[in-house]
Every structure is written in C-alpha cells, then in structure tokens.
C-alpha cells in the first residue's frame, strides 16, 4: 500500500488532505531532513523547527504517519 492511501484509510483523510501530507513528507526527504530513519530524532526535530517555523507540527505529525506507515508495512 502506498502512503497516500494508508492515510485515506488509516486516518480517514480525504485525497487532497492526504496529498498534502505526502507533499509534506516529500519535502522533508528532498530537503535531506528526513533519511529513512524509523524514529524522530532530536536532531530532526529541529531541522523541521528550523526550516518550517510557522508548520512545525504538520511536518512533524506528518513524519510520524510516515514512520508509522513504514513500520506497519513490514509487518
């Protein structure tokens, strides 16, 4: 399952709230933030902080899916 759809069916997310979560995400990646980590680290922490001031908490609540995403998909 891609990440878009977890989102749609896990959190009930409609396409455009779950695009915009993937965006997020994607951003984070192309940036070099985030490196395939299965954790959020202080130190990305506060690079989303740093780079993201005034969303903050939608990078970082997006990360989190992601992770979580990531780990339920090995399962």
């Not at 409609?14 to 680290?41: M, Q």
């Amino acid at each position: 399952m891609e990440f878009k759809k977890f989102l749609m069916n896990e959190y009930k997310l409609g396409e455009k709230s779950a695009r915009d979560y993937v965006g997020r995400f994607n951003g984070l990646v192309n940036k070099g933030i985030y490196n395939g980590e299965s954790v959020v680290t202080p130190s990305i922490e506060t690079a989303i902080e740093k780079e993201y001031k005034g969303s903050k908490g939608h990078y970082m609540l997006a990360l989190k899916r992601y992770i979580e995403f990531q780990s339920e998909k090995c399962l």
